[in-house]
């Protein structure tokens, strides 16, 4: 029997709420971030997506300033294998990122960036679209 990769995951932790499709009814990904104070939805080239010895790193830009930085999340996408018509229990983990930036370049000593980091359980599942 042949297993099938998951294209459609929905997970939540804490109060953020991710849905992320490999791909849609366009062909291209699709990404909802939800969290206590902001939705935000994302396709195509808005989703960036590395694979890595974790798995594949989903990002997506949650805030973007002109002067100040920028906020990213990722989401970690272990590897999974299904049977047809599966939808698997899995975990992982979400990490919100503070990019910081400033004009004034003696501000821009230090660590640049932090990290706040979320367990995610929800399912993983192939559909068609």
Do not use: C
Not at 9 to 15: T, Y
Not at 30 to 39: D, K, Q
Not at 59 to 66: A, C, F, M, N, W
């Amino acid at each position: 029997m042949a297993f099938i990769q998951p294209n459609l995951f929905v997970l939540s932790g804490g109060s953020i709420h991710v849905t992320y499709t490999t791909t849609g009814f366009d062909g291209k990904p699709h990404f909802t971030y939800t969290s206590w104070f902001v939705t935000h939805t994302f396709s195509g080239t808005q989703i960036k997506t590395e694979p890595s010895v974790l798995g594949t790193l989903v990002s997506v830009t949650i805030l973007q300033t002109v002067d100040a930085g920028s906020t990213t999340f990722t989401v970690l996408i272990p590897r999974i294998n299904l049977n047809q018509g599966e939808a698997l229990a899995i975990t992982t983990e979400g990490i919100t990122t503070h990019h910081r930036f400033s004009i004034f370049p003696p501000a821009m000593h230090g660590q640049l960036d932090t990290y706040s980091v979320v367990t995610l359980t929800g399912t993983a599942q192939h559909v068609v679209f």
